[in-house]
């Protein structure tokens, strides 16, 4: 079996799908990064609205892709943007507890201890905080990532699936061999970029016992 | 100074944590606070630096109110040190000790230097500076944190229990560490513990605090322990109070007797004199170092000391340097000697005379009726 089987042309290459691929899944993570964090810090602040907060982000991950599509496509489109609105809001999900568990995490004496040496609030947070929830959002990094980079094939019901578009195409066609290297590639992007964040982690947290392996 | 005037904190639900409390820590001094849990000693230090507001009553440090300037701005001129040194886990030991000056804007090279100064003043090597916390022991740590409250050189130092997590072995050199520093540096300390022989081993005056935050005594250590006011102070103080109050009290007063003190070359017939008055000898070598006791028995009926095998000579036990121990250590070495007798030595280590517990008896009468010891420590 040939490991890569030539395409449809109109799918254009391996490349160019790899590279739709990845530009969803990892801008809606980057997306859901920017917004899951001053939503946990909130969360922080105001511990009142967390449980109602992480409810709505369980429903919302428990809603299938493919009726946010139906939501959006009359406002955004048959674009790309219809598929990462909902990857970042699964991003979001897996990202908003990890960082209020991170940042609430941080051992009494060391937030007194910052407390006792004069940080104000917001630099605290800058200086102490947020460096010390650094595994646990990066954990949670890793969950969204290895996750969208999978999601995005659904995509493909709007007409941008990248890989998902692959696997339409083997569908209609019974090419299963289009459809086993479509999974290969997939998992083999998942793996590369989870391997990215853990030596990403491994850099940013020199300080850490317990860095991931 | 720090003047605690009628302060006090009641929580929302009624609980006294501290009662209207008056209290001042006097300048370049170690004040202790001292009591069980419950009883608002943490409250009241962490008052200070308005880590918690009391409801009532007011805090001057040098006659300022400590309300008079933002929180953070007073915080990073009190240095704070805290039980597990609660150093920042993702920096190094120099950027944990920097930490303080870089708030107040010092360069960066400024605050390094001064960082590493104080690295040596705790006593760490240079090599510690670019660990990680988590790299160090907790008695380095406790120094890191120590280093870190000194780093802006602030004139108050406040200590919440920094050495009960240490095993006793560290936590001793830690406290005779800090002694050694304060000697030098002259900070007013505010010190934490629920160690009552921690506050008397560190305190120039000590405050014992009861349930409910009611300060029940407000003394320097020997007085405390002279005489406690109450019954829940001297319950506090424990049952050896007596014994432990004679470490304010130096042994130089101690009468010495040198007529038992002869050397190998001391000649038989003196010897034999010696041995009819003295039922222990101590044999010292040429250069007056201690060899041993030797009792009467074990004397050779010639008088001839150089016939004694070693293995006759009994153990001298420990000495007192009469210059610098207390009579706690005086009464110490002769309680615990074999002979009943403590050796007194001086700072080489040369045998000036020794002393019998019942010797000690006077001395330490007189001591327990004088009313102003020297501060021995």
């Known amino acids: ?65 493919i009726a946010l599509f139906v939501l959006l496509v009359p406002s955004t489109g048959l674009t790309q943007t219809t598929v990462i609105i909902p990857l970042t809001l699964y991003s979001l999900a897996a990202l908003v507890p990890n960082i209020v568990e991170g940042v609430r995490g941080i ?24 460096p010390l929830a650094v595994p646990p959002i990066m954990a949670g990094l890793r969950i969204a990532t290895v996750g969208n980079v999978s999601m995005v094939s659904v995509g493909t019901v709007i007409g941008v699936g990248a890989f998902g578009a692959l696997f339409t195409v083997a569908a209609q066609l019974s090419r299963s061999d289009l459809a086993i290297t479509g999974v290969i590639v997939i998992v083999l992007l998942a793996l590369a970029c989870d391997l990215l964040l853990v030596v990403t982690q491994r850099l940013l947290t020199p300080w850490n016992k317990r860095r991931p392996r | 100074m720090i003047s605690f005037q009628q302060v006090g ?8 944590a501290v009662a209207a409390t008056d209290l001042t820590a006097d300048s370049g001094r170690i004040t202790v606070l001292v009591g069980p849990s419950g009883s608002g000693k943490t409250t009241l230090l962490r008052m200070v630096n308005r880590m918690i507001d ?33 150093l920042f886990p993702h920096r190094t030991v120099l950027a944990n000790v920097m930490t303080v000056p870089r708030l107040l804007g010092w360069s960066k090279d400024r605050a390094r230097e001064r960082a590493m100064e104080l690295l040596a003043t705790v006593g760490l090597a240079e090599e510690h500076a670019k660990r990680y916390p988590f790299q160090l022991s907790g008695g380095q740590q406790q120094r890191v944190g ?111 007797r ?65 210059d610098r121990d207390t009579l706690r250590a005086a009464l110490d070495s ?15 280590g040369r045998v000036v005379g020794v002393a019998t517990v019942e010797d000690l008896v006077p001395v330490i009468r007189a001591a327990q009726n004088g009313s102003t010891p020297e501060n021995g420590r």
């Not at chain 1, 490349?15 to 990064?33: P, R």
Request: with cysteine; glycine share 8%; proline share 9%.
């Open chain 1, 1 to 65: 079996m040939n490991l890569f089987p030539h395409i449809p042309s109109y799918l254009g290459t391996y490349g160019s799908l790899i590279q739709q691929q990845l530009t969803m899944a990892l801008l809606s993570v980057l997306f859901g990064l920017i917004a899951a964090v001053p939503l946990a810090l909130l969360c922080v602040r105001y511990p009142k609205i967390y449980p109602p907060i992480v409810a709505v982000l369980t429903v919302v991950y428990s809603l299938p892709s």
């Open chain 1, 107 to 130: 051992p009494e004496d060391v937030r007194l201890a910052a407390v006792a040496m004069g940080y104000t609030g917001a630099r605290r947070l800058v200086a102490v905080d947020l």
């Open chain 2, 9 to 16: 904190k009641t929580y929302a639900d009624g609980t006294v």
């Open chain 2, 54 to 86: 009391p409801t009532s009553g007011s805090i001057l440090i040098d006659g300022v109110d400590i309300r008079s300037k933002p929180a953070p701005e007073l915080r990073r001129g009190i240095g704070y040190v805290i039980q597990n040194a609660g």
């Open chain 2, 146 to 256: 120590v280093a870190r409250a000194l780093a802006a050189d602030p004139p108050v130092l406040l200590m919440d229990e920094p050495f009960s997590a240490v095993d006793p072995v560290v936590r001793k050199d830690l406290q005779t560490e800090l002694l050694r520093i304060q000697s030098e540096l002259e900070k007013t300390i505010l010190f934490v513990t629920h160690d009552i022989d921690e506050a008397i081993l560190l305190g120039d005056k000590v405050a014992v605090l009861n349930t409910g935050g009611v300060l029940e005594q407000f003394d320097t250590p020997t007085e405390l322990l002279a005489s406690p006011k109450n019954a829940f102070v001297e319950g506090f103080l424990g049952a050896d109070r007596g014994v432990r109050r004679l470490s304010f009290f130096p042994s130089e007063t101690v009468p010495l």
């Open chain 2, 258 to 322: 040198t007529d038992p003190i002869v050397t190998l070359d001391t000649t038989p017939a003196e010897v034999l004199a010696r041995k009819s008055e003295q039922p222990w000898l101590l044999v010292v070598d040429a250069g007056r170092r201690p060899l041993g006791w030797l009792p009467e028995q074990r004397v050779p009926a010639d008088g001839d000391l150089q016939k004694v095998p070693a293995g006759d000579l009994v153990s001298y036990g420990h000495t007192f340097a009469v």
């Open chain 2, 334 to 348: 002769a309680v615990l000697s074999p002979s009943s007798r403590a050796v007194g030595v001086d700072p080489e």
